[in-house]
Structures are given as C-alpha cells and as structure tokens.
C-alpha cells in the first residue's frame, strides 16, 4: 500500500549513494571502537598527552597577557617630553 516512488535514476542513486554512506560510516564507527577498545592504553596517553600540551599552551597564554599588559602600563606612565595637549574651547 505505501510505496516509494523512485521512478527517475537520479532518484534511485541519490538513495543508493546514501544507503553505501551510512554503511560505510557504520563500518568505520564499528572498527573505530574495536580499535579503541583494543588499544586503549595509546589512547588514554595520546588524551593524557594532548590535554598536557593545551596546559602549556594556556600558561604560555596567560604569560604572554600578563608581560603585555605590565609594559602598556610601563608605556602609559612614560615621561614625554615635547607633547602639548590641546583641549577645544567648547564655548566660543
């Protein structure tokens, strides 16, 4: 009673094209975790050793504000000679 109605080829390979995705994908998903499961260990360390790199990366991060920020006050309580500052007369 309910049909799908793929008359035209374009159709019949759009649905064949995603039929082949989704099992391939689900291959891959299937192999992924057995090779997880199996070298877990590699993968605890490669996590281990990723999150310890972003670690590094933050402090360097926050080094880099931290001297930036002392030398723009460094710079903002500078001496300079030869600098006139003019105000506009806002009433005449």
């Known amino acids: 009673m309910f049909r799908f109605f793929f008359i035209r080829e374009p159709f019949r390979q759009a649905g064949r094209s995603l ?4 099992f391939l994908t689900g291959l891959f998903l299937i192999g992924f975790g057995l090779l997880v499961f199996i070298l877990r260990d590699l993968f605890a360390f490669l996590a281990a050793a990723i999150f310890f790199a972003a670690g590094f990366s933050a402090i360097g991060y926050a080094v880099r504000v931290y001297w930036l920020t002392r030398q723009m006050d460094r710079e903002h309580r500078a001496y300079r000679e030869n600098v006139e ?3 506009p007369d806002l009433w005449q």
């Open 19 to 22: 039929a082949v995705g989704a």
């Open 85 to 87: 500052i003019h105000f």
